[in-house]
């Protein structure tokens, strides 16, 4: 019998109150309001446990939307993005809430020092026992250069070069400055670690210089499950390096699929196997009991959705304003410095802001999937079977009703068909994808890790 590909399946969040689905926090049924609570947030986490799903990636800006209108009103009048709360500080409760369900957070590395963000990601590497992952982005909002005392945005390719640099850093703090049996807590002995085994990190580089130990002791995977975001080519290369799980935000399928080939072959030039990596692509689920059902959720849905909310979270994507431009005049796309596949592909699908109101009907750019529990399976199987990916990044809509339906109504059938888990695998959450927990060696990271030692044989006198 063949087996059936295993759909991976994450739920997109953001601390914040409106992520991609705007203006969905006015429905009367949702609680985004809260996302400044504890309690808001232990019981998302229960629940996607609850549907077995493999993680929760928590997205996150460091600026604000301000290129629509040239201002922050809208941004403000919609709360697009803007509260949002630092999403490392939600882990620590999610986790103690649950036993399997991982977590990727975002952290943007262009305003972090690589020392001290080890620690961090070290500490919750070890307090979720091995189920943290980083979702890596270098920015893309001048907003957020000028809010942390830089003139402008770091050019696109740079933040990159300064990307691999940070995550060289990374590698000879999380897996070079401990050896493994350097911790020996032995008691007796009073020796907690063996200062033998413990080695000073010493960078000279470019753009960051450390001369320090690692202030953590090995954590279950000791770097954190890579994610990555970046399609451009730059960001393909990087992730080819790097990443262990990408998203992409393809307008179709044949665009997905060219971009799955183009990152498996920069996963070989690499040195790494096609299969390093987990490709994840965004979606938008409504579903209901019956197929009426869930068309009237959607209909029902839709009277609440922003589409000006989602133009203008486009337009900082793309670093256009799109308020300047008539319904149907053609845009002048090409020349900003913001994320660069979008704006390619924006320009590639001819997009107007006719086009893009359109598009951004339930509030956001994801196309929404909406069907009963039977035609969502087949849309998610069309997509892995058609593209390559290996699941979904599913954004929320009404909270928290989106992921109940999507675990009471969907999880269930993609378990009858055979395509999705009835139970989570052991371990840490690197295992689970993996089935290992440390980076295995044909990634760049294990470069530095110390080398074993050579035996000596006594000398024969």
Known sequence: MTHKKQILLNAFNMNCVGHINHGLWTHPRDRSRDYNTIEHWTGIARTLERGLFDGLFIADIVGVYDIYQGNVDTTLRESIQLPVNDP???????????????FGVTVNL???QPYLLARRFSTLDHLTRGRIGWNIVTGYLDSAARAMGLTGQIAHDERYDRADEFLEVLYKLWEGSWEDGAVRADKAARVFADPARVHKVRHDGRYYKVDGYHLSEPSPQRTPVLFQAGSSG????FAGRHAECVFISPPNKEAARKSVQSLREQLVQAGRRPDDVKVFVGAAVVTGATHREAQEKYADYRQYASREAGLAHFSASVGIDYAAYDLDAPIAYGGTNAIESAARTAEQQGWTRRRLLELFELGGRYPAIVGDPSEVADTLQSWIDETGVDGFNL????????????????????????????????GSLRRKLFDTDRLPERHVAASFRPKPQAVLAPTVQ
């Open 88 to 102: 490392l500080m939600l882990v620590s409760a999610m986790a103690a809430v649950t036993q399997n369900l991982g």
């Open 110 to 112: 262009t305003y972090e």
């Open 395 to 426: 954004s929320r809509t009404v909270v928290p009703e989106s992921y109940e339906d999507f675990v009471d109504l969907v999880v269930p059938e993609l378990q009858h068909r055979g395509v999705y888990k009835t139970e989570y695998a052991p």
């Open 234 to 237: 730059r960001g393909q290369r």
